[in-house]
């Protein structure tokens, strides 16, 4: 048997949203902007890949970027999902089956693209369909939000909910007390995030990721501790004024709204040609721009393919920085992390080669 399964790539925050919003994303060209994670049956030929600690599980690495993430086995996403995954299963009463994983790395680290998501995601998913599927969406998001947190300090859904669901998503509070001294109870009895209705469905998005590495705990650190009265009216003002705008399907107001007093003013200095990024942008068509995620990936969305095709341009001639960086137009992938037919892998292999 054997399962490969895509997650694509995400962009959090959209600027107005800090650890509360998260995108998927597909390239209109058709290229997976993802990662690949194959779950297929133990073999004999495996035995020497497999750990001593976990003898009926091997990993391959594969992919433009497998070699940004080190040889630790124990510190890859994929076997700690394994780990996770195997775990949740023993509390169950059921027992894991042999297994190898193949990582196909596709997603630079430390990209701002939900990189450790993606591997994370499909990683889960292709364990649980290798599996018959014993675990719900809510334990398979929350496992994901689990692994996340591995790589930023804290369980963070604002990157696997999209990758593992799809559209635009609002993460939720895990818990709330009504009062001093209450129970803590579920702001909505078993969710952890809410799909948003589709806004920008025929919008574009450019994600242009300048080659170098920004990671998350840097970016994170750099923040400050605490914001003042005026920052916090002000980016909840912005933030109820797209809500507003995606449950109106009003794309110019939501496109206006995207506004971050919260992080990019302070990770702008992580990025290069920031302000002239911006005032280029502008000028050329965008609707909005900003910060994906961490960073260093910056968006720009375009209402027609036309104006995408122009901010592409600015970006290859002023934001990209070596042969790594790259940019896509792409569009909300309302799909998020799928199984793949066998064409569909092969066209992926094939497409790999070349």
Not at 31 to 41: Q, S, Y
Not at 177 to 182: Q, R
Request: with cysteine; proline share 5%; glycine share 8%.
């Amino acid at each position: 048997m054997k399962v490969a399964v895509y997650a694509p790539a995400t962009s959090a925050n959209l600027s107005v949203g800090f650890d509360l919003l998260g995108l998927a994303v597909k390239c209109v060209d058709g290229k997976k902007l993802g990662d690949i994670v194959v779950a297929a049956d133990f073999e004999e030929q495996d035995v020497n890949l497999a750990s001593s600690e976990q003898p009926s599980v091997a990993f391959y690495g594969k992919g433009k970027f497998i070699g940004k993430l080190g040889t630790n086995l124990k510190s890859n996403l994929v076997y700690r999902a394994y780990e996770l995954f195997k775990a949740q299963l023993e509390q169950l009463g059921l027992e894991i089956k042999p297994v190898t994983l193949t990582l196909y790395k596709n997603m630079p680290v430390g990209s701002g693209l939900g990189s450790s998501s993606s591997s994370s995601v499909a990683a889960l998913v292709a364990l649980n369909e290798f599996h018959g599927q014993p675990l719900d969406k809510t334990t398979m998001l929350t496992l994901m939000g689990e692994l996340e947190g591995l790589v930023s300090g804290s369980p963070h859904y604002d990157n696997v909910a999209p990758a593992y669901l799809g559209g635009l998503q609002l993460m939720l509070p895990a818990a709330y007390a009504p009062y001093p001294g209450a129970k803590p109870c579920a702001l909505k009895e078993g969710e952890l995030t809410l799909s948003l209705p589709p806004v920008f469905a025929n919008w574009y998005w450019v994600l242009a990721y300048p080659g170098i590495v920004v990671k998350t705990e840097e970016a994170r650190r750099i923040l400050p501790d605490a914001y003042s009265r005026s920052h916090i009216i002000q980016q909840s003002a912005f933030m109820a004024s797209f809500i507003h705008a995606v449950h109106t399907q009003d794309n110019e107001l939501a496109a206006r709204s995207l506004r971050d007093f919260v992080a990019e003013p302070y990770r702008e200095q992580l990025l290069p040609n920031h302000q002239h990024l911006r005032e280029l942008l502008f000028t050329h068509g965008a609707k909005a721009c900003g910060i994906s995620g961490s960073g260093p990936t910056f968006y720009a969305l375009a209402p027609s393919l036309e104006v995408a095709q122009a901010l592409e341009q600015v970006f290859k001639q002023h934001y990209l920085q070596n042969a790594e960086g790259f940019v896509h137009i792409c569009q909300t992938d309302f799909v998020g992390a799928q199984v793949l037919t066998e064409e569909e892998f092969t066209q992926f292999l094939q497409a790999e080669e070349h």
